[in-house]
């Protein structure tokens, strides 16, 4: 994680559970989204059950959670639609 967040760029991060049936439907976007953003963004996907202490160090409680990281600026939550479009655009604004 911490050689994701001190890239130079924007890092957009999903946190998620394996048994989150919202997280599994974010999948394909979540995907389509790093394909749109590719050269742009960073886009990756963390395991909150797997990694428990980073999901408490960013304040998460509920999956799938957003978070986008850009060089020098707390991270903001994304609370858009979980669209491929919007994320996009709200990761192009950081």
Not at 5 to 33: M, R
Request: glycine letters at 8%.
């Amino acid at each position: 994680m911490d050689k994701v967040l001190n890239s130079n760029g924007v890092v957009l991060v999903e946190f998620f559970a394996p048994w989150c049936g919202h997280c599994q439907a974010l999948t394909p976007t979540w995907e389509k989204a790093a394909t749109v953003l590719k050269g742009v963004a960073t886009v990756a996907a963390l395991d909150a059950d797997e990694h428990k202490s980073l999901a408490q160090e960013y304040g998460i409680r509920g999956f799938p959670t957003i978070k986008v990281f850009a060089p020098g600026k707390p991270p903001v939550d994304y609370q858009g639609a979980r669209e491929v479009k919007p994320i996009a655009e709200f990761a192009l604004k950081q």
